[in-house]
């Protein structure tokens, strides 16, 4: 099991940047790749980026394609998503989860694959 916080989010005007970040702590966190999730109220939890575990391989939901980064520092424990040119419907909280480099699939959008979760970071685009 890993432990994961969020941090970073905020209230920023739209077409602004924030970046998020979720550290890692409790096993080896380059055993793990990573995803973030994003909820808002009344809808269901939403992919929205993954990164393997050695950062190699990224994936991106359509909608933030291009204006979304996800990155990972292995050393410091850390994976950032960098959000530029924020919309209003980019406004959720922001969900870090993780699962173990052995736990293979398919499909790393699904939230059903990711183990361990974080508490959420909310992230608020201003019109």
């Known amino acids: 099991q890993v432990q994961l916080v969020e941090s970073g989010g905020g209230l920023v005007q739209a077409g602004g940047s924030l970046r998020v970040s979720c550290a890692a702590s409790?096993?080896?966190?380059?055993?793990?790749?990573v995803a973030w999730f994003r909820q808002s109220p009344g809808k269901a939890r939403e992919f929205v980026a993954a990164?393997?575990?050695?950062?190699?391989?990224?994936y991106y939901a359509d909608s933030v394609k291009g204006r979304f980064t996800i990155s990972r520092d292995n050393a410091k424990n850390t994976v950032y998503l960098q959000m530029n040119r924020l919309k209003p419907e980019d406004t959720a909280v922001y969900y870090c989860?993780?699962?173990?480099?052995?736990?293979?699939?398919?499909?790393?959008?699904?939230?059903?694959?990711?183990?361990?979760w974080g508490q959420g970071t909310q992230v608020t685009a201003s019109s």
């Open positions: 409790g096993r080896t966190f380059s055993d793990y790749a």
């Open positions: 989860a993780a699962r173990p480099k052995w736990v293979v699939t398919a499909t790393p959008h699904s939230p059903t694959v990711y183990i361990d």
């Open positions: 990164i393997r575990e050695s950062g190699g391989n990224t």
